[in-house]
């Protein structure tokens, strides 16, 4: 199990940016697949991107593609979100999860408000 607390939400305007932080306890965090996901007003929560173990490689939703960069400090213990060129819909509740296999998130975080101003 791995305890994670996500940071650096906030208030932005559309056409700006943010860097979302995600901070895991425990030694094995090099074991462990990291996602962010988010859940909008009203939304069902939705997949945003993944990251692998190494960092090597990252995938993301079409929604986010080619705005948002996942990365990972094993070092650190520390998973990121950068968000760039925010559009108002991008406005949730941002969640970093981590997995022992790919796709199964047993640990959340408590997550972290965005909210993008048109």
């Known amino acids: 199990q791995v305890q994670l607390v996500e940071s650096g939400g906030g208030l932005v305007q559309a056409g700006g940016c943010l860097r979302l932080?995600?901070?895991?306890?425990?030694?094995?965090?090099?074991?462990?697949?990291m996602g962010w996901f988010r859940q909008g007003p009203g939304k069902e929560r939705e997949f945003v991107g993944r990251?692998?173990?190494?960092?090597?490689?990252?995938v993301y939703a079409d929604s986010v593609k080619g705005r948002f960069t996942i990365s990972r400090d094993n070092a650190k213990n520390t998973v990121y979100l950068q968000m760039n060129s925010l559009k108002p819909e991008d406005t949730a509740v941002y969640y970093c999860?981590?997995?022992?296999?790919?796709?199964?998130?047993?640990?959340w975080g408590q997550g972290t408000q965005v909210t993008v101003s048109s």
């Open positions: 990251i692998s173990r190494s960092g090597g490689s990252a």
């Open positions: 932080s995600c901070a895991a306890s425990g030694r094995t965090f090099s074991s462990y697949y």
């Open positions: 999860a981590a997995a022992l296999v790919p796709g199964s998130y047993d640990d």
